[in-house]
């Protein structure tokens, strides 16, 4: 990623993103919880993507070079703690559940006066209780590496929809079946119908963000019925994709 600012702390805030508006690369010295109130938040680095809706945040761990990317109207509350607070133990981008309780502590904490009162502290305790018990979630597009593999990751990129089997892509790039299933495992940490499953959903959230009907998202991104598209998500997410907008 070019163009790498550093900013030393990791700011305490809300900041508003329109639609397709992002934050350029750039790292701290302070762990970060990111979590979108409204909108999808995407979160890249050089070792893929995490994507989020309002049931989840994101954990940035300090020093971890990253780039903001919203879909739809963001709100993005961001909480900033030292790098020696680090409530998980975690040393990667991570997705986590994102309780109605916690949610409403992130939305205090970044929201009120950032006087550090006693009252403030003690909300601040509260929030990395929650927070260690926080479920972590596997929402995730790893990037590959492997050229074979990255042929195969674009052409599903470009159309998520596309029904293809891993043997067909597998022709398509000039590789065999076999090898690039190795890869998906190897690099990517999970099977073929796994990531696609995983890259449909990344996309159905951006459509659904842009307020596309839920019927239009479930036929982009593949599914074979609505039916099936709103059991998918609703496993992934808590909820279903006709709500995913009217969500407090």
Known sequence: ???????PEA??????????????AHRHDDHQI?????????????????????????????????????????????LGLPPDTNPLGLDAPTVLAVSPLLRE??????????????ERLRLRAVLLDQLRASPQQHVQLPAPADPRLTAVCD????????????????TAAGAGERTLSRLFRRELGMTFPQWR??????HALRMLASDMPVTTVAHHCGWSSTSAFIDVFRRAFGYTPGTHNRRP
């Open 105 to 118: 502590l992130i939305i205090a904490y970044t929201g009120g006066p950032h006087d550090e009162t006693s």
């Open 155 to 170: 052409v599903l990129h470009r159309d998520p929809a596309d029904p293809r089997s891993l043997a067909a892509l597998a």
């Open 11 to 24: 700011p305490t805030r809300i900041q508003v993103l329109a639609p397709g508006e992002r934050i350029d």
């Open 197 to 202: 499953t995983q890259l449909r959903l990344y």
């Open 34 to 78: 990111v979590y979108a109130g409204s909108g999808v938040l995407a979160i890249t680095t050089d070792a893929g993507t995490w994507f989020a809706p309002g049931t989840r945040a994101i954990w940035v761990p300090a020093g971890c070079v990253h780039a903001h990317r919203a879909y739809g109207h963001l709100a993005l509350h961001l």
């Open 1 to 7: 990623m070019p163009d790498i600012r550093h900013m």
